[in-house]
């Protein structure tokens, strides 16, 4: 008799899930997953086997669902925004409740270790994300056409030490910098939005640095990058993409180095001391 591998995937925005339901269903898996409502793209449902539609904030529903499924292991992937905790109508249900008062802080990897912790509660073994995801890993080297100036590439190492720096302190991923000076800092608002703020303060020229946290956990919150970072930076005129190699997701790779070829933008996949 075939066992049945199945895998369940938490989907939240962009195209980061149906990407890992592709590859996980070419290795034989059986997809199952859970569409945040109302954050996870409708393609879901042709990604995966089976798509349940659940209100981001109902963690018990959530792991319910999963559970029923006979999910053993799953994947979680894609955007969920902590600002949906402070500016929406989304109501927790109880077990989301619980979880938020349990927390020390509401830091990202606080969250999500406790959110991990009551999936293996229920017998869900959480996994990296990039164990269905490796292809999409940022290769090292410059990616596009344009390479970085002599100036920018001070920026870049520069704006590294300092992203490094707010992750370790769990606050964001992502800096701007332009001429060693630091024009802006991700927080709670997201990459695409910490950039067309610092592009504006620092007008044409500004780089940007993405990278993993010094404590990052693979099985969430991996580092992404796509189409709409690059197009945040294009409204804003910035020269410069810097995402960490190795240990960040690049989406549409064809698609986005083309892009910054016709935008004049340099991509690099960085990594000090290469």
Same mark, same amino acid.
């Not at 709670?188 to 620092?202: P, V, Y």
């Not at 991996?222 to 945040?232: E, F, N, Q, Y």
């Not at 989406?251 to 180095?257: F, H, Q, T």
């Given at each position: 008799m075939t066992t049945v591998k199945k895998l369940g995937l938490?989907?939240?925005? &962009?195209?980061?899930?149906?990407?890992?339901?592709?590859?996980? +269903?070419a290795r034989g898996y059986t997809i199952i997953a859970v569409g945040l409502d109302p954050l996870a793209e409708k393609a879901l449902e042709t990604a995966a086997d089976e798509v349940k539609w659940v209100n981001v904030g109902k963690l018990g529903t959530i792991i319910d669902t999963l559970t029923k499924a006979g999910i053993k292991e799953a994947v979680m992937a894609g955007k969920v925004p902590k600002s949906l905790l402070y500016r929406s109508k989304i109501t927790p249900d109880l077990r989301a409740v619980k979880v938020l008062f349990s927390l020390k802080d509401r830091s990202d990897d606080s969250i999500m270790l406790a959110i991990t912790r009551e999936l293996e509660k229920d017998g869900i073994k959480l996994l990296s994300t990039?164990?269905?995801?490796?292809?999409?890993?940022?290769? !090292?080297?410059?990616?596009? +056409?344009?390479?970085?100036?002599k100036e920018e590439w001070r920026d870049i190492t520069f704006g590294w030490k300092i992203a490094k720096q707010i992750g370790r302190l769990d606050i964001g991923q992502t800096v701007v910098v332009k001429d060693k000076a630091v024009m802006a800092v991700e927080a709670? !608002? &997201?990459?695409?939005?910490?950039? =067309? +703020?610092? &592009?504006?303060?620092?007008g044409d020229g500004a780089v940007v640095v993405k990278v993993s946290k010094p404590q990052q956990d693979m099985r969430f919150d991996?580092?992404?990058?796509?189409?709409?970072?690059?197009?945040?930076m294009t409204s804003v005129r910035a020269r410069v993409l810097a995402v960490e190699a190795e240990h960040s997701i690049l989406?549409? =790779? !064809?698609?986005?180095?083309?892009e910054a070829d016709g935008a004049g933008i340099s991509v690099v996949g960085y990594r000090p001391g290469a």
């Open positions: 938490i989907a939240g925005s &962009g195209e980061l899930p149906m990407a890992i339901a592709t590859e996980a +269903r990039t164990d269905f995801s490796s292809r999409l890993l940022t290769p !090292e080297g410059v990616l596009t +056409r344009l390479s970085p100036s709670i !608002e &997201g990459t695409d939005e910490a950039i =067309r +703020r610092g &592009g504006k303060l620092a991996v580092p992404v990058t796509g189409l709409d970072t690059l197009r945040a989406l549409d =790779r !064809e698609k986005m180095v083309a």
